[in-house]
């Protein structure tokens, strides 16, 4: 295989929190990511996943420098992002692009559609000509599904669905390699969803690009991804190749995961009703578990689990999971 | 028993760039006991029709046609009359639990407010009565976490707040507009749960309002889908899912991503956007984005019926239906 194009080592922020007023200030740390690591190629898709407050999105954002890790190494092309001035980072961020979730708070509402696809044109090179920007442009917008003659329409005569075309429109404009989608799909209503996933990966087949794909539904990422990264509370449970994660997951968490997406069948889902998966909330962050992190929640749980942190380490498959008792639970679907 | 009878709702809002036609025509009925789910995409009508009939429009909203609940017009009552009932006989739950909660008051305030309210109970018997519906939802230590503001509940607990709130009155109707789409799968799956319970073990009615087909598949007994203002099918729960007559449904279920099934390479979906409710087409207002379109779709399509109460609102014949004669008053005017 060849060498991959981005390169996670061990990546992990901190965020301070402040208590207790003026007189009885107290920090408290928060690990939103906790080292953090993986490889990407060239024309894969790494779908990452968990509920709220696991840092997917503050791991999507620490990745292209827009959150400062406290640890750990971002290689992109083989040279380390952590350690570049600010300007140079910048340079480096035509190729590295990045979509939000909330389609319309995203995009500005004062400008057209057209000056939003083309602003990271002007910002990058200011001497283009005007009639270049207009026609790469218009490109972007067909290449997205918008019609080229909305150019000079404004983001609230756009729909959810269009406006988070917008967004992509505007991510590809300076034709990334690596591109990243924090839950950019999950404001929008079923039936565009659909739509903007099979564009996303079709966008990506044809221009080769590396993409991370953050959400907090399994079901959303399966389509579209290679392999798939399941992170609870900062750190990463399993890592696992889609089939793999979706005929038989490795960790509990997966599973529970899984088992939380409704099945749109009456009966099917009566039936799956069964036995609850995941009972009470994630704890507070500030509060960490010892040993597993997830043995609060875990229905599987031994003694050990309380104990001792589970390494996430390399199963015969080639997938990852940190759980003591991979081996001996068949979570198999 | 009928609970709720609704027959022909309109809402329209006026604003700088014309009238929109928000919902048009509704009629549906909703019996004591019964979980009615009404799916559509944004911009279907499914949360004003609600609006409308506990007087929660916007004030550029004008509603007309009529809400019967308990055989009294919602629609015809004074702010006053309406207050009475919203809250006591009808609760209503919103998408977003935060900005439904007062963030400056603990929880246990803002509970026994509404049951001394309501019920004329003391203050001790209403706290002991939040405690005990805290313990329904499933909150862990309710006599504590009571104590407690909204910022100190996670998202999914405050969904169940509210839900406990709502049902503190022991409302006939419960209604729950998009109660767990902004929550995450895991939290949605206890809500679900939740609403299972609450089904097996009261008998208050409950209208879901949700994007989301498959939220809807396990606890709800009838089916509405709205499309662009309009019924466009209904029809019991197994109708919908397993025998779906409209295209537009068909196209919902389709799009839907599966976990029980082999995934395909791509994954179905209903091309194009919604209509502008300001320039709706004339005709079927799904023509555009229907696969199964035709030359006749341009007319306004009859409304099939059938005796066990399924409609369809499509050219295609529904199997077993007929088509609705009366339907010209309650469809659009022009």
Known sequence: ?333 | MTLLRVAGLEVRFDTPDGVVKAVNGMSFELNEGETLAIVGESGSGKSQLVMAMMGLLAENGHASGCAEFHGKDLMQMSPRELNSIRGRHIAMIFQDPMTSLNPFLTIEKQMIEVVMHHQGLSRDEARAHAVEMLRAVRIPDPEERIRQYPHEYSGGMRQRVMIAMGLLCEPELLIADEPSTALDVTVQAQITDLVAQLRKQTRMAIILITHDLAAVAEISDRIIVMYAGELVETGNVEDIFYRPQHPYTQGLLASVPRLDRVADDELQTIPGNPPNLLELPSGCRFRDRCSRAMEQCLQRPPLWVSDDGRKSRCFLPMEGGRVEQADAVDGEAA
């Open chain 1, 1 to 333: 295989m060849n060498k991959p194009v981005l390169r996670v080592q061990d990546l992990a922020v901190t965020f301070t929190s402040m208590t207790g007023g003026v007189f009885r200030r107290k920090q408290r740390q928060l690990r939103a990511v906790d080292g953090i690591s993986f490889e990407l190629h060239a024309g894969e898709t790494l779908g990452v996943v968990g509920e709220s407050g696991s840092g997917k999105s503050t791991l999507a954002r620490a990745i292209l420098g827009l959150i400062e890790p406290n640890r750990g190494r971002v290689q992109w092309m083989g040279e380390d992002l952590t350690g570049l001035e600010e300007e140079a980072l910048r340079q480096k961020r035509k190729q590295l692009q990045i979509v939000f979730q909330d389609p319309v708070a995203s995009l500005n509402p004062r400008m057209t559609a057209g000056d939003i696809i083309a602003e990271p044109l002007w910002t990058f090179y200011p001497n283009m000509e005007r009639l270049q920007v207009e026609e790469r442009t218009r490109g972007m917008m067909k290449m997205v599904g918008l019609l080229p003659n909305q150019i000079n329409r404004y983001p609230h005569e756009f729909s959810g669905g269009q406006c988070q075309r917008i967004g992509i429109a505007r991510s590809l404009v300076l034709n990334p390699k690596l591109l990243i989608c924090d839950e950019p799909v999950s404001a929008l209503d079923v039936s565009i969803q659909a739509q903007i996933i099979n564009l996303m990966k079709t966008l990506q087949r044809k221009l080769g690009l590396a993409l991370i794909f953050v959400a907090h539904d399994l079901s959303v990422v399966r389509h579209i991804s290679d392999r798939v990264m399941v992170m609870y509370m900062g750190q990463a449970m399993e890592v696992s190749c889609k089939t793999d994660l979706y005929r038989r997951p490795l960790h509990p968490y997966s599973n529970a995961l899984m088992k939380s997406v409704a099945i749109p069948d009456p009966k099917l889902a009566r039936a799956a009703r069964q036995e609850s998966w995941l009972t009470g909330d994630m704890p507070s962050p500030f509060q960490r578990p010892k040993g597993c992190l997830f043995h609060t929640r875990c229905p599987y749980r031994v003694k050990r689990c309380e104990a001792d942190v589970p390494a996430l380490r390399r199963m015969e498959s080639g997938d990852w999971v940190a759980c003591h008792r991979a081996e001996d639970l068949d979570l198999s679907i």
